[in-house]
Nanobody
């Protein structure tokens, strides 16, 4: 079993910063954390930032230059540093992991709420 736990969300004023953390536990050898997604009320979940197979990073156009995804020293941790936050960044943020051994098996955390006030 694999569990993902996101943390670090909260209420912040526009222009502020937050750092989200995603920690995997359980059979972490069997998974890799691949990225961060978000879902705003009434909208579909969307990709925010991710790692490519070669280790490079990818960002949604809406967050380029403001957000940065990184891995912790422990391979089971991934961060999302968010800066210059805007009200439209308000959403529940989720990290996603995939199985290393079985196709199309995804894992999600419970999400962490980020609210940006204007």
């Amino acid at each position: 079993q694999v569990q993902l736990v996101e943390s670090g969300g909260g209420l912040v004023q526009a222009g502020g910063s937050l750092r989200l953390s995603c920690v995997a536990s359980g059979s972490t050898f069997s998974i890799k954390i691949v990225g961060w997604y978000r879902q705003a009320p009434g909208k579909q979940r969307e990709l925010v930032a991710s790692f490519s197979t070669d280790g490079s990073t990818n960002y949604a156009d809406s967050v380029k230059g403001r957000f940065a995804i990184s891995r912790g020293n422990a391979r089971n941790t991934v961060y999302l540093q968010m800066g210059s936050l805007k009200p439209e960044d308000t959403a529940v943020y989720y990290c996603k992991a995939v199985s290393r051994y079985v196709s199309d098996v995804d894992y999600w955390g419970q999400g962490t709420q980020v609210t940006v006030s204007s």
